[in-house]
């Protein structure tokens, strides 16, 4: 008899410590239920704070990309014109003679330094 009252009270103790965890953790669930719930709503508050501040910046980062698009587009065009413009004037020949001057220049440079080589060895 004293074998069963020992385990209806151990019992009971379980059943006790068993309902105060359930307290427990029951509360501390709805605690972080409210707590996620206030994160959601910060959450969706800074996104809309965000979407509406981001629309205006975005349309004028497209108008500034637009802007310098055509800028762009201008200077290549007129780059084009200017370029055949100088391929139809005698200024080309006077690149070229730029051009062969300086490969002219190079070569007498390079010739220079190998004889000065050439003539320090001995």
Not at 34 to 63: A, C, G, Q, R
Not at 86 to 110: D, N, Q, V
């Amino acid at each position: 008899m004293e074998a069963t009252a020992q385990l209806n009270n151990s019992l009971i103790f379980l059943a006790y410590a068993t309902g105060v965890i359930v307290l427990l953790v029951g509360t501390m669930l709805a605690k972080v239920f409210y707590d996620l719930s206030k994160l959601t709503k910060n959450v969706d508050e800074t996104v809309t704070i965000v979407k509406t501040e981001l629309e205006p910046t975005l349309k004028n980062v497209n108008k500034s990309v637009e802007i310098v698009s055509g800028i762009i587009i201008s200077a290549d065009t007129k780059y084009k014109n200017f370029k055949n413009f100088m391929a139809k004037t005698p200024l080309k020949l006077l690149c070229s003679i730029s051009k062969l001057s300086s490969k002219a220049s190079r070569g007498f440079w390079t010739g220079l330094s190998a004889a000065l080589k050439m003539f320090s060895k001995k």
